[in-house]
């Protein structure tokens, strides 16, 4: 059987108003949608977006399969990286369609321009682009360098 999907990660998210997030997942992350699986009653089941390389499915929470949004748990603990190649000009995008800035997209000691949002239905997206090509001990005196906040 040939699989009309290819072979690799695909992010399942949940919302509360499925066809808000797929219009904002369209106008502030340039996603094109793929397919989109509708109930009898007109409930969708979940749409499938592109995303550069990667997809992204997106469903309507539904709390009897456990499937929540993440305003019901009180935030997300994942945050989703989209590699792109202007994450200035998508971070601009996606703010001016309601994303919010947890972190500016800056440059970064790894060695990539980045920085997080979060989408209005309360998922976080790490926008990122690669702008020289570091080897791991760089990266590790880079990252003692950096001052960061407790975690304790």
Do not use: K
Not at 52 to 59: H, I, K, Q, T
Not at 97 to 119: H, I, K, S, T
Not at 126 to 149: H, N, W
């Amino acid at each position: 059987m040939i699989s009309l999907r290819p072979q690799g990660l695909c992010p399942h998210l949940f919302v509360l108003d499925t066809e808000a997030a797929i219009a904002f997942y369209r106008e502030g992350l340039g996603a094109v949608e793929v397919f989109r699986n509708t109930l009898p009653n007109g409930v969708i089941l979940f749409v499938e977006l592109q995303l550069g390389a990667g997809r992204l499915l997106v469903s309507e929470e539904t709390p009897s399969l456990n499937a929540l949004a993440p305003p019901t748990l009180g935030g997300s603990p994942v945050l989703i990286l989209l590699e792109v190649a202007d994450p200035d000009a998508v971070a601009e995008r996606a703010i001016a369609a309601g994303a919010e800035v947890e972190m500016p997209v800056q440059e970064m000691f790894w060695g990539e321009r980045y920085g997080v949002l979060r989408d209005p239905f309360g998922h976080r997206w790490a926008l990122s682009t690669a702008r020289e090509q570091l080897t791991p001990d760089e990266i590790v005196r880079g990252t003692a360098a950096e001052p960061y906040p407790s975690t304790d």
